[in-house]
């Protein structure tokens, strides 16, 4: 039976999604298929913003069509037929489910008495505790939220009391309260005042600016305009502020403000170009765009002025006047929208900083699973790392996907970050971005002190090697080298590189500097794969193209211990064509060999082979093949007979089974350095620091 949790809120405007996809993440950490369902919305056939986010995040197979109860329209005509209507669906959608998180309506007026109550009416019939989403500020009459007024304590108290009657009186069930957007200066006091009319739990999470503001996309849309100028990644940045810029430049400068719109008449190019400057000199403020108004052009020599100096900076233009584009910008409200990784992923966060997810857990009886999903497995991840505390360098502090990882990587404490790079364009460039990467240091590879304290290292490393100081002083300013060398001398505990170099660039100066650790003669590298129920480890799927059977016993042993420092109880597969003694040949033999090596070094590994892939993956298959085997059918460790068989392998894997595979993961190094590739996401380098931290963690 899948447990459901009812998000519900007193008013429109509460915030309740972020209180939904907190819940939603919090529920798939424990259980494998988390499911979403919205009872009633605006349109059973427009698209539904809050709930394409949420499913975006679901760990259940649920078809957006499937996913959705009933229209508004439904309810106004038959509101006892409709909520017939929505507990079939319902039913539907939880039978395929663990869990299923239920988001309330959006109060467009329902229907009679009031629309809370039916949100209770339609909770107490799915069997569904609430949880009850306050809004911290009073919304009523404004027409963008960022203007409605922060509410005083005592009229939080006066909203909760009687919402929690109503509640009650239609027999639903309340399991907390949460105060969203709540006024960050006064929030403890808000959470006593609630706390004051129920002894449910209550949690308060503080207003986030950014979260309600819209992207400059969505201003341009907004005011019907089209991107003449600048890069289009950055019309996904927030507009935090409007700055109406109808003076001389003089006066306009002073001011602009972090992520302001500024709106400037088409007749004052050089109002544009003085922004433009600005902004390009890094001296100021780093505004979201400007909107050109009025439908004029630019002249062309400043048309030609401004592509030279290159600015990133999008410039939106709009037939519309002064008055009315201002007007326009301002009622624009933002969305908590798929495509907005950082607004997610900072809901989350907060999500997780304000609320006792283990205590919401006990109250909704969830039974953690048995299986271990993608998202199961990057939680424990995160926690290992969060619980660390370890300090990672990211080379490549110019590549946006970084900067982007970085952000997240801070904002949920994953690990601490220096970024390497010129300081002035790193943070420039972040901050075009939107993001906030103010915690993490920048340190730039030309720094005289640093060169000349990693130079005097490695040639003393290298000296075997002919190396001297002065040419090392040429060697350590490339990132690889220069981030390697923070590494060696202890500066940080482990490094993230790659998506922008290959896997030789960034991990040569490891094994010249670092180098292997005592009692291992290769180094090798894994790939941990989280498949649909579980997290499996390959290896050498990165580094060794021909390993022999005493490599390929230390691959082996060196992944076992890479498995259980992940928590995976290694059960080792030495994977060849032939199983058993049902085949021959050089490649079998050295499978063999290696076997027996593993056995004679590590007696207490778990280890069997050769035996084909099936026979180590498929319970049956095993059983046939392999009959009494501790690991046929059951190997979580799967070592590759050579490199060629072990990257198809996990790529295949990847793609044909949609798993989410985490590496290279480099074992075998004294300290942690671990390389991407040049395809990898934003999760991939995420990940890569989590595994990072938890690896320097146990080093």
């Known amino acids: 039976m899948a447990r459901s949790v009812y998000v519900a809120s007193v008013e429109g405007h509460s915030g309740k999604s972020i209180v939904a996809l907190g819940l939603l993440t919090t529920l798939a950490r424990e259980v494998g298929r988390v499911g979403v369902f919205r009872p009633i919305a605006r349109s059973t056939t427009e698209p539904d913003h809050v709930l394409d986010l949420l499913l975006q995040h679901a760990t259940a197979e649920v078809d957006p069509a499937d996913a959705v109860g009933v229209g508004y329209d439904d309810v106004h005509t038959d509101g006892d037929a409709a909520l017939a209507r929505v507990v079939e669906r319902f039913k539907a959608v939880e039978a395929r489910c663990d869990a299923v998180v239920v988001v309330g309506s959006d109060f467009t007026d329902v229907s009679s008495p009031t629309e809370l109550s039916y949100n209770a009416r339609i909770a107490a019939n799915l069997g569904t505790p609430v949880v009850l989403v306050l809004g911290g500020r009073d919304a009523a009459g404004a027409e963008h939220l960022g203007q409605a007024p922060a509410r005083p304590p005592a009229d939080l108290a006066a909203v909760a009391e009687p919402a929690l009657r109503e509640l009650a009186a239609e027999h639903a069930g309340v399991l907390a309260v949460v105060l969203n957007r709540a006024d960050p200066e006064r ?25 309600i503001a819209p992207t400059f996309a969505s201003v341009a849309a907004a005011v019907d305009g089209e991107l003449v100028a600048g890069d289009p990644e950055l019309m996904s940045r927030e507009a935090m502020a409007v700055v109406v810029a109808a003076m001389s430049m003089v006066n306009v400068l002073p001011r602009i403000t972090e992520g302001s719109v500024v709106v400037v008449p088409g007749d004052r190019p050089d109002v544009v170009l003085a922004v433009m400057t600005a902004h390009a000199s890094g001296t100021y403020p780093s505004p979201t765009g400007i909107l050109l108004n009025g439908g004029i052009d630019l002249p062309e020599p400043f048309v030609r002025l401004i592509a030279g100096i290159g600015s990133s900076l999008p410039i939106v233009r709009t037939a519309l006047g002064t008055f009315d584009t201002t007007a326009r910008v301002i009622r624009t409200r933002g969305l908590m929208a798929a495509d907005s990784p950082r607004k997610t992923e900072t809901s989350i966060a907060m999500f997780d900083e304000a609320v006792d997810t283990r205590e919401l857990l006990d109250r909704l009886a969830v039974v953690p699973s048995d299986v271990v999903t993608p998202l199961m497995f990057e939680h424990v991840l995160t926690e290992r790392s969060r619980a660390a505390q370890q300090h990672v360098v990211l080379p ?15 904002s949920r404490r994953i690990a601490r970050l220096t970024l390497l790079g010129e300081e002035s364009k790193v943070r420039g460039r972040a901050s075009e971005l939107g993001l906030d990467i103010a915690d993490a240091a920048v340190v730039d ?23 001297t100081v002065e040419a090392a002083r040429d060697v350590v300013p490339d990132v690889s080298y220069f981030g390697t060398m923070m590494v060696q001398l202890g500066l940080v505990d482990g490094m993230v590189s790659g998506a922008a170099h290959t896997t030789a660039h960034t991990i040569r100066p490891a094994f010249e500097v670092i180098r292997t650790r005592p009692g291992v003669s290769v180094v ?19 580094v060794n193209p021909e390993p022999d059977a005493a490599q390929l016993a230390d691959i082996a042993i060196s992944s076992a211990a890479t498995a259980t420092r992940f928590g995976i109880e290694p059960r080792i597969a030495m994977l060849s064509y032939s199983t058993g003694d049902s085949g021959s040949g ?27 892939y099936d026979a180590a993956a498929d319970p049956t298959v095993g059983a046939s093949k392999m009959p009494g085997s501790a690991v046929a059918g059951r190997a979580t460790v799967f070592v590759f007979p050579d490199l060629n068989t072990g990257n198809n392998t996990y790529k295949a894997v990847q793609r044909s089974a949609g798993a989410v595979a985490m590496g290279p993961v480099l074992q075998g190094l004294n300290k942690p350095v671990n390389d991407l590739s040049r395809g990898a996401t934003v999760r991939d380098i995420v990940n890569t620091i989590a595994i990072t931290a938890v690896q320097a963690a146990g080093s």
């Open 187 to 211: 929030l403890e006091e808000g959470l006593a005042a609630v706390r004051g009319v129920t002894d449910l739990p209550v949690w308060g999470i503080p207003e986030e600016a950014f979260l």
């Open 396 to 410: 490549e502090g110019d590549d946006d996907r970084v900067l982007r990882a970085a952000a997240i990587v801070l």
């Open 445 to 467: 590879p030309f720094d005289e002190e640093l060169r000349g304290r990693f130079a005097e290292e490695y040639a003393r490393l290298r000296a075997h090697r002919g190396m």
């Open 524 to 542: 090798s590298s894994v790939f941990l794969m989280a498949l649909a129920d579980r997290v499996l480890v390959y290896g050498d799927c990165a």
């Open 586 to 612: 050089a490649d079998v033999e050295k499978v063999r060999a290696a076997t027996a090596l593993v056995r004679e070094r590590a007696p207490e590994l778990v280890v069997d082979g050769p035996m084909q």
